[in-house]
């Protein structure tokens, strides 16, 4: 495959239901090219002064970092004037931030994910989720959609290359940030998650907490080939769910973030909006398989609330039924 542009790419690009809309066209390069400024802070690190804590929290009630904070005016300040869209909502923000126009789009975003990792130079990455606005000014719940309703969602990893993992709902394409060009560059397209694995992404230091079924689960991966899954896996875990879904997307695997009884009244500690439904409609269209714990299909859940929590179980197909069957 020839190397193509970003811009050539969504040109020719489909949706589900044929090619892809010149507003969406042009909301999708916007995102890419304000995550193109995020990544040029995240690489100078120290020297672009965004490290360190700002000392606020968000509405979640967690710590904001100073790049949280930085990533998500970035994206509010490049797409606020947008003609292809009506609103937006991001993890940091407590309400919906109506835009100057009212285009056919809404956008949701996680600005920095894995922000634990931000001052030690680990993966972190932005996340983003399209829906089709509803007409007139914007409301709360006209971004209450269910994921299934979602044209696009992606994710970038600011990692040791700058990557772009995009689904419009007809497959799943990869693009790398070319440092000398500032342009996305197509490195693969179709990407398809192997159906079959051997290696899980858990925070164990979650164990004691864990309901038994996915207790039960851990316990007879790490039993090996001699246990009843008759085969060794081998754990992995970064804190950023952008590099741990991108790993899976590039080679397989399984991403767990359970109900945990140390909240036992939350469904689990993901944000079904900015995470949840954006990571799964990429998982999905890559063959695998995404599930709310034990609310079932992920896309299929209603969200009743802009910040609602989730339980996560992603990534290889017969993997996440194997899960499945543990209830």
């Known amino acids: 495959m020839s190397a193509k542009d970003l811009s050539a790419f969504l ?11 010149v507003a969406l066209q042009g909301l999708i390069a916007q995102v890419a090219e304000v995550c193109a400024s995020i990544a040029t802070l995240v690489a100078g690190g120290a020297l672009s002064g965004a490290l360190g804590s700002r000392g606020t929290e968000n509405v979640q009630g967690e710590v904001q970092k100073e790049l949280d904070v930085i990533s998500n005016d970035l994206l509010l300040n490049g797409l606020h004037g947008s003609p292809n869209l009506s609103g937006m909502a991001s993890e940091e923000m407590d309400d919906i931030h109506p835009t100057a126009e009212q285009g056919p789009y809404l956008l949701l975003f996680d600005p920095l994910d894995g922000s634990s990792n931000i001052d030690v130079n680990v993966s972190i990455g932005t ?13 709360t719940e006209h971004f209450l959609q269910p994921g299934s309703a979602q044209v696009a969602a992606g994710y970038v990893v600011y990692g040791p290359q700058t990557t772009l993992v995009l ?21 693969a397209e179709n990407v398809r998650i192997a159906a079959d ?9 979650n164990m004691r907490h864990w309901a038994q079924p996915v207790r039960a689960y851990i316990d007879d991966c790490l039993a090996g080939k001699d246990g009843p899954r008759g085969k060794d896996f081998n754990m992995r875990w970064v804190a950023s769910m952008v590099a741990d879904v991108h790993r899976i997307v590039s080679r397989g ?6 109900w945990d009884k140390r909240e036992p009244g939350k469904p689990g500690k993901l944000r079904l909006m900015y995470e949840g439904n954006p990571m799964s409609f990429v998982v999905e269209q890559a063959g695998g398989r995404s599930i709310a714990g034990d609310a ?26 194997a899960i499945e069957g543990y209830a």
């Open 11 to 21: 040109a020719n690009a489909q949706t589900a239901s044929g090619p892809a809309p």
């Open 127 to 139: 996340i983003f989720s399209v829906l089709p606005a509803k007409g007139g000014a914007p409301k």
């Open 167 to 187: 689904t419009l709902g007809a497959g799943v394409f990869v693009f790398t940030l070319d440092p000398a060009s500032k342009a996305w560059l197509q490195v």
């Open 197 to 205: 694995t051997k290696e899980f992404a858990i925070n164990m230091s």
């Open 253 to 258: 695997g399984v991403f767990m973030y359970p």
């Open 296 to 321: 079932g299909r992920m896309l299929d859940v209603q969200p009743t609330q802009l910040h609602q929590r989730v339980a996560v179980i992603l990534g290889s197909a017969n993997e996440v039924t």
